[in-house]
């Protein structure tokens, strides 16, 4: 696709199978297959690939979108985003560009905003408080790494045809540290996904349905009405050292 603004590059491709420096470099993923097939004495078939149609990608675009990325990286510069994606994999593609809870992330690294439109339901959720019926296990994994804010609530009949659900354009900006240190990223993520597992029983018995081992209740001391919903990442973080 051929645009008067030099800038301005079209990409078609799958955007959970690249990373950010993969999308500024034009290093689509049709691209690698076709770089892969070249080095290889072996057929398409033989390697079980099959180039797909897509935009030539001139030397010069290509060059000119390296050095690009090259600026970025050396002068500390980020990225903000800004897209209009499809609502089933919203979840997909904020986990794919910040990464799990406690683990390192390239693309999280070269990000300061991510600016979508997404479902209003989905909004609620990741802008949720601790206790509400909204707040869940999304909700802690965004806020752990950025600070979301709804910036405008679009209706559905703002678009012709008219979808099902109204949208909310939302504003993620990247913390510059983390909400909480984690000493224990991969434990922390297992007691989280035991609170939302079980979310309508008392934490203490959504634990044991877990997994959890009498010996390791013993030295958390749970109040005995404590639900896990109810809890931020740093009360979770904080029982976690206990165990």
């Known amino acids: 696709l051929k645009v008067a603004n030099k800038n301005f590059h079209y990409l078609r491709d799958d955007f959970l199978s690249l990373s950010l420096e993969d999308v500024l470099s034009l290093n689509s993923y049709e691209q690698k297959k076709k770089a892969l097939i070249e080095e290889s004495e072996s057929t398409e078939e033989e390697l079980g690939l099959e180039l797909e149609d897509t935009e030539i990608i001139t030397e010069e675009e290509k060059n000119a979108s390296i050095a690009l990325l090259e600026e970025i990286k050396s002068s500390n ?3 903000k985003i800004v897209a209009n994606i499809p609502y089933q994999i919203t979840s997909r593609i904020l986990v794919h560009l910040l990464g799990e809870m406690g683990e390192p992330n390239a693309n999280r690294e070269m990000l300061s905003e991510i600016n979508i439109l997404v479902q209003k339901e989905f909004a609620d959720r990741l802008c949720a ?7 869940g296990s999304m909700t802690m994994l965004i806020q752990y790494w950025a600070e979301v804010t709804k910036e405008v609530d679009v209706l559905r009949d703002s678009f012709s045809p008219p979808p099902r659900v109204d949208s909310t354009f939302i504003k993620i900006k990247i913390r510059e540290k ?3 240190e984690l000493q224990n990223p991969k434990q922390v993520r297992r007691f989280i996904k035991a609170i939302f597992a079980n979310r309508r029983k008392k934490l203490l018995n959504g634990l044991k349905t877990a997994g959890y081992q009498q010996i390791e209740l013993d030295k958390l001391d749970l109040p005995e009405n404590l639900r896990g919903e109810t809890l931020t990442v740093a009360q979770v973080n904080d029982f976690v050292n206990k165990l």
């Open 129 to 135: 408080v601790p206790g509400t019926k909204d707040y």
């Open 77 to 79: 510069k980020k990225i």
């Open 178 to 180: 983390p909400q909480v």
